[in-house]
C-alpha cells in the first residue's frame, strides 16, 4: 500500500539544527518532496529529491534519501523562530490505478524556541 | 502569490446544503489536483484532471464532483453537506500529469458546515 509517516512535533530551540524524519512504504516512489505550511496558508513547495538521488542540499536545506529504508529526512541549519509551521513529507510515483498522485505525510508541527 | 487562485476563502453553510469551490491554476498548468485538509484525516487526495479529463480518483464521497472546464480552471461540487465535511479544500495544479517537480498549491478555501 501507500503509506507516508511522520512524527507530530519537534521543538528546537533559535539557532539549532531541526530534522525531520519520515518514512513511507511504496517501493515504486520516483519523487519525495517536503512542503511547508504556515498558518492560514497553502502548501508551500520546500524542495524535493528524485528517488535515485541520496542528498540534495538547497542553502540552509538539507535533504537524505535512504531508499533501502525508505526513510526520508529534512534537515534545516541555524532554525529561526520564522521555520516554525507544519512540514509535511510526500512521495509520488506510479499508483495501482496508473496515477502519480502525491501522497502526504500527516506532517510534523515544528516549533522554534527564541 | 503561488499563482493558484481559489475563491471563496471562507465558506460558512448548513448542513444539506451545496458548494461550489472553484480554482484557477498557475498560467501553463494543466492538471488540477482537489485535497481536502482536516485535523483527524490529514491531505487526503480527491480527484485530479488533466486537460479537461478526469485522470485519477482518491477518497472522493459520491456526494462530491468536480470538474475541468476548457479554460483549464476547476470546480469542485459538495452537496449534502454533513457537518464531517468541515475542512480546508485545497486546490493544486502542475504542468504535467505526473506532477514530477511537485504541486502548486492555493491558499484553499475553508469551508465550515453548521
Not at chain 2, 479537461?52 to 449534502?80: C, M, T, V, Y
Request: net charge negative; with cysteine; hydrophobic share 30%.
Amino acid at each position: 500500500g501507500e503509506d507516508v509517516e511522520q512524527s507530530l512535533f519537534l521543538s528546537v530551540r533559535e539557532g539549532d539544527s531541526s530534522v525531520i524524519n519520515c518514512t513511507y512504504t511504496d517501493s515504486s516512489s520516483t519523487y519525495l518532496y517536503w512542503y511547508k505550511q504556515e498558518p492560514g496558508a497553502g502548501l508551500q513547495l520546500l524542495t524535493y529529491i528524485f528517488s535515485n538521488m541520496d542528498m540534495k542540499q538547497d542553502q540552509r536545506l538539507t535533504v537524505l534519501l535512504n531508499k533501502k529504508d525508505k526513510h526520508l529526512s529534512l534537515r534545516i541549519a541555524d532554525t529561526q523562530t520564522g521555520d516554525s509551521a507544519i512540514y509535511f513529507c510526500a512521495e509520488s510515483g506510479v499508483r495501482m490505478d496508473s496515477s502519480y498522485k502525491l501522497i502526504f505525510g500527516s506532517g510534523t508541527r515544528l516549533l522554534v524556541r527564541p | 502569490d503561488s499563482g493558484v487562485t481559489q475563491t471563496p476563502k471562507h465558506l460558512i453553510t448548513a448542513t444539506g446544503q451545496r458548494v461550489t469551490l472553484r480554482c484557477s491554476p498557475r498560467s501553463g498548468d494543466l492538471s488540477v489536483y482537489w485535497y481536502q485538509q482536516s485535523l483527524d484525516q490529514g491531505l487526503q487526495f480527491l480527484i485530479q484532471y488533466y486537460n479537461g479529463e478526469e485522470r485519477a480518483k482518491g477518497n472522493i464521497l459520491e456526494r462530491f464532483s468536480a470538474q475541468q472546464f476548457p479554460d483549464l480552471h476547476s470546480e469542485l461540487n459538495l452537496s449534502s453537506l454533513e457537518l464531517g465535511d468541515s475542512a480546508l479544500y485545497f486546490c493544486a495544479s502542475s504542468a504535467g500529469d505526473r506532477g514530477g517537480y511537485g504541486y502548486t498549491f492555493g491558499s484553499g478555501t475553508r469551508l465550515t458546515v453548521v
